[in-house]
């Protein structure tokens, strides 16, 4: 709430006490003086004049310079870890709060679920615990996974790596058939990212070697503790069919489940448009 209270009394300096002007080191209400334009300016500026916020103590004008300084340099390490994220275009707009959670039921429910891992991050860390998105095609999973990483990295500064498996796969067999091709700080960096999403695991049929491939990656996470979280259309009972035991028991470990169903959104989508 603005308390400017009072009226202005052209060329009066006057102290007053506004509710939402606080020092933000210290907490004291400052004080505020009326600066009337004179009318030259009025005109160049488009109004009448403004408030002057008195500093508070030297030594808070110091600290709130360096908080200043210091959320610009948050805000441009939150930048930096976008850039990084392998996020497309597309993605890096996918939020919660542009999520329909009341889409249904399932929607609900994945979306509270979603909310709790994000509350409980720290232990999450700690602990390595992941996601694993399950569900049909367009039912929301890679837009709600990429949202809580988008939060994560926004409002904790997570270091965060997007990754899709057939993507992954595609640049291993790269590098297999090529052995000049280096991706091996690539390879470190799905291995060790603070939080890994892995979207759209078991999108091709797994030979051995895929199999061989993408449990190097997940017992590598899981050993360390590194949270993952996975999309697929793969429910728990067909994990190990097509991924193998040893693979998806360490993700069944790993990981809370949750479940989207319902029509393909982006059909829908197409189908309202018409
Ligand atoms: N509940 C929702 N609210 C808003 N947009 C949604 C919702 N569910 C899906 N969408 C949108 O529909 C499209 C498809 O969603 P998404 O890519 O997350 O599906 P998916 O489950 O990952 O599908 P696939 O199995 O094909 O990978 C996206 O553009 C996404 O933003
Ligand atoms: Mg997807
Ligand atoms: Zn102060």
């Known amino acids: 709430m603005s308390g400017s209270s009072g009226k202005r009394n052209r060329g009066e ?4 006490r506004l509710d939402d002007q606080v020092c933000p080191h210290c907490g004291r209400e400052l004080q505020a003086e009326w600066d009337e334009f004179p009318p030259a300016l009025q005109k160049k500026y488009g109004k009448p004049g403004e408030w002057y916020y008195h500093p508070c103590t030297p030594e808070c004008e110091k600290k709130n310079e360096q908080r200043e300084w210091e959320l610009m340099r948050r805000d441009a390490r939150i930048t930096a870890l976008k850039e990084r994220s392998g996020l497309s275009k597309r993605m890096k707009g996918y939020a919660l709060d542009n999520f329909d959670h009341q889409l249904s039921k399932s929607a609900e429910k994945a979306f509270a679920k979603a909310m709790d891992y994000i509350m409980s991050w720290k232990e999450n860390r700690e602990d390595g615990r992941g996601l694993y998105f399950c569900g049909d095609v367009g039912t929301g999973k890679t837009h709600l996974a990429v949202a809580v990483m988008n939060e994560l990295m926004t409002r904790k500064r997570v270091p965060s790596l997007f990754v899709t498996v057939p993507e992954l796969l595609d640049n291993m067999r ?4 090529d052995p000049g091709r ?3 700080e690539w390879m470190d960096s799905v291995k060790n990212a603070d939080l890994l ?5 078991g999108a091709e049929r ?13 017992n590598h996470r899981y050993r360390e503790e590194l949270p993952t979280i996975f999309t697929s ?9 097509q991924l193998g035991e040893r ?3 360490r993700i069944i470990a790993m990981c809370d489940w949750i479940s989207l169903e319902g029509e393909d959104y982006r059909e829908a989508e197409v189908r ?3």
Do not use: C
């Open 13 to 16: 300096a006057r102290v007053l």
């Open 174 to 177: 790269g590098a297999y058939n």
């Open 182 to 184: 280096d991706i091996d």
């Open 197 to 201: 999403l892995l979207d759209d695991l």
């Open 206 to 218: 797994a030979n051995e070697w895929v199999r061989e491939r993408i449990f190097v990656i997940v």
């Open 233 to 241: 259309n793969i429910g728990p009972r067909d994990l190990a069919a």
């Open 247 to 249: 693979t998806a028991s």
């Open 272 to 274: 309202r448009g018409l």
